[in-house]
């Protein structure tokens, strides 16, 4: 630089603080996001958690004016995914959509994380699980699936849905248990996910798969699986023709997969309170009303208070329906 050109400068900076002008950049203060967030799925693509990952990364998007990127990190029985949440830097660049199977994985002693491993932010959605078979299946509804399995030798059907001990692993031992069988009546062959359990079900891999009905809804309109009923308290008003356990064989037995939004502990307050306050607006809009109906999504808001106390209570909930079920790992 000149003599000529740093004069003018410094005279300029001068004349700027005599007005009290001068600009002090405020260090580590950049308004958050000012560059893309990642958004970890623990689950596979083209599943339900998936997919509602997605509309509410793409309306993070559009509000915040910053691309949010799902990316999917399966394996491990869900894992590696939530591992990937838990572990990110604090910095508010990487989140993800935790699943029920936090409240299960450390039960079976497949990991130490659990709830308290993150900053909670929002939960988002609950679903009740579906029985599925494919369309070349003899049977044609629920009671006459629940007679061949009570007259078949153990291991004879297959299952999927989920990773070993997943929540649509469990959904099944609970019938099976309703049914008066033992839990591993009928095998269970894990996934990453309801989706690739779907197409396995298609292609004659496995006889059912224990998912919700929504995460099945693919297969379904492609003509290749049908669902036979839900183990659920209700029937799904956007599958009204599927009924539920307790209407066709008197079993009153319903549980529950959930989805919310955390992301790692340490998370700044001014982070999390931007990101509560997204997720709330995310949840109210009417594109992510519309995409959740149209797939007959389950949909559930609790603000962070209520998502950490949603989720110590399912937390205990869990430990025991696990023991019972003998999926829990002994101490």
Not at 174 to 199: C, E, F, R
Not at 206 to 231: F, H
Not at 263 to 287: F, N, R, T
């Amino acid at each position: 630089m000149s003599k000529i050109s740093r004069r003018s400068v410094l005279a300029g900076a001068a004349a700027a603080g005599a007005t009290g002008l001068i600009a002090r950049p405020a260090i580590g203060q950049a308004q958050w996001p000012n560059r893309p967030v990642t958004l970890v799925c623990p689950w596979g693509a083209g599943g339900g958690t998936d997919a509602t990952a997605r509309i509410i990364a793409s309306l993070l998007e559009k509000n915040l004016g910053q691309p949010f990127n799902v990316v999917n990190r399966t394996g491990g029985s869900g894992v590696v995914g939530h591992s990937a949440i838990a572990t990110a830097a604090p910095d508010g660049y990487t989140i993800g959509m935790i699943t029920v199977e936090i409240t299960m994985m450390h039960h079976q002693g497949l990991t130490d994380l659990n709830p308290t491993s993150y900053t909670p932010l929002a939960l988002m959605n609950e679903d009740p699980p579906g029985v599925q078979v494919s369309t070349s299946s003899p049977y044609k509804d629920i009671k006459a699936l629940a007679e061949a399995i009570k007259a078949a030798p153990a291991g004879k059907f297959k299952a999927s849905g989920t990773g070993q001990g997943g929540i649509w692993h469990l959904a099944l031992i609970g019938w099976l248990v309703a049914m008066g069988l033992k839990p591993d009546h009928v095998a269970w062959a894990p996934s990453n996910g309801a989706a690739p359990a779907m197409q396995d079900l298609a292609a004659g891999g496995v006889d059912i798969v224990t998912c919700s009905v929504p995460e099945g809804r693919a297969m379904i309109d492609a003509g290749k699986a049908k669902s036979l009923a839900i183990m659920a308290k209700e029937r799904n008003p956007q599958f009204k023709d599927v009924p539920t356990l307790n209407e066709t064989l008197g079993i009153n037995y319903s549980v529950g997969a959930w989805r919310g939004i955390a992301g790692p502990k340490g998370l700044p307050a001014e982070i999390q309170a931007k990101l509560i306050a997204e997720l709330k607006k995310a949840y109210d809009s009417k594109e992510f009303q519309d995409f959740m109906n149209a797939r007959g999504f389950g949909m559930t808001f609790a603000d962070q208070a209520g998502f950490t106390k949603f989720m110590a209570e399912g937390d205990k909930a869990m430990a025991a329906a696990m023991s019972a079920a003998g999926l829990a790992k002994k101490a």
